[in-house]
């Protein structure tokens, strides 16, 4: 490493709050799936920014859509229109099959919006301010107040109790557990389609039809977080869409924007109609020009591209690659994912695997502290798969 890089280093652990303990690399461009360090060593990007740059990086007609939109204008607040979020809103509501869209500026702010939603929708029925929403065990929704009081790891959420109150949780995957919590109080059910952070655990159908049905029963909002799994990670547009159970309100962030930070929440007409109303949500940077116009390219890119099948076909092959790696290592508990949202479990951390695998430019990230994950830029190919698996095997 460079006198420079450690200068900089160094100078961040000065200046930055330390929330997040940073690998030891400082990344000045990408190009494709790779990342460059300061010193001009390539790196494969098996991260991706943490599921967000699909399209890869020095993406030429995504680059040059903002920079028409720089010149134009980049910020008008919600007190007037502007032509990409409109056109945004369109695209969003054609990929998802949902009617109504609010755009925010990352996922945690879509999931505050998703619980005032199902909040107001319940009060406007009974007139009562004690609605309870459950959400799921291992959960992960973001770190504010309201998205970090639905994330079902006490972890993250004991330094910062109270949360905003009437949460309970149940277990994923377990519909009698979702049953024993619903009370004549309950609004609302909130799970991601796939867990990300709390393990690579995607839903299976019997489940995500059965709280479908609990939902239909009792008069509740089904609320899916598609923060990471969405936007064609698992193959679909959306993850729900693989097993035709349509959410009341969805949140979506992450690949969205491909890296200008960009979330939304969507819900049917029916919700849009009996929810939140003028004054009850709003956000000055939300949906601005530059967002939106970055949404726009994305989502056109997406269907040139066929992304969703190819990530099928991809992420198949990378499943199979995955599965002989775990075959062949005993510490590897266990293998589960989909599509480009995969994790290897281990029986011990793997913070040395990930570092080993950033020494020899290979970037990987954990899910928890056994868990390696990989979320590649959605344009990765099957020779980056074996390009990956070479490194990763040296690491493990």
């Known amino acids: 490493m460079s006198e420079q890089m450690k200068n900089y280093i160094a100078e961040a652990e000065e200046a930055l709050l330390h929330t997040y303990n940073r690998y030891q690399v ?17 790196y494969l990007d098996f991260v991706s920014g943490i599921a967000v740059f699909a399209l890869g990086y020095g993406n030429e007609e995504y680059n040059n859509a903002l920079k028409s939109q720089i010149d134009k204008i980049i ?76 994330t079902g790891n006490p972890h993250y959420r004991e330094a910062f109790e109270p949360g905003i109150g009437n949460i309970k949780f149940a277990d994923f995957n377990d519909p009698e557990s979702v049953k024993a919590q619903i009370t004549d109080k309950t609004c609302a059910i909130l799970m991601e389609t796939v867990q990300g952070e709390g393990g690579i655990m995607p839903a299976t159908e019997e489940f995500l039809k059965g709280v479908r049905a609990l939902c239909d029963e009792h008069g509740l909002l089904l609320i899916l977080d598609e923060i990471q799994c969405g936007m064609g990670r698992t193959g679909y547009m959306f993850a729900w869409q693989k097993y035709g159970v349509k959410p009341d309100v969805m949140t979506s962030a992450k690949a969205l924007g491909c890296g200008v930070p960009v979330g939304a929440f969507l819900m049917t007409e029916e919700v849009g109609q009996h929810s939140l109303v003028a004054g009850d949500h709003g956000t000055t940077y939300g949906g601005n020009p530059l967002a939106c116009a970055a949404i726009c390219n994305v989502i056109d890119q997406y269907e040139k591209l066929q992304l969703t099948e190819h990530v099928k076909d991809v992420g198949a092959y990378l499943y199979e690659k995955l599965e002989a790696v775990a075959a062949g290592h005993a510490d590897i508990t266990e293998h589960r994912g989909v599509g480009f949202l995969q994790g290897l479990v281990f029986d011990h951390p793997v913070s040395d695997i990930i570092a080993k695998a950033l020494e020899q430019g290979l970037v990987l990230i954990n899910a928890g502290t056994n868990i390696v994950r990989f979320v590649p830029p959605l344009v990765i190919t099957k020779e980056h798969v074996d390009e990956m698996i070479e490194i990763l095997e040296k690491s493990i």
């Open 75 to 150: 910020h008008t607040s919600n007190y007037y229109y502007n032509v990409p979020a409109i056109e945004a809103a369109k695209k969003m509501k054609k990929i998802s099959g949902m009617d109504r869209v609010f755009f925010t500026n990352s996922g945690a702010e879509a999931i505050e919006g998703a619980i005032k939603t199902a909040r107001k929708y319940a009060y406007l029925k009974d007139g009562k301010t004690d609605h309870e929403i459950i959400a799921m065990n291992h959960s992960f929704h973001g770190r504010t107040m309201g998205a970090l009081s639905v």
């Open 26 to 42: 400082v990344f000045d461009h990408g190009k494709d799936v790779h990342l460059y360090d300061m010193d001009g060593k390539e």
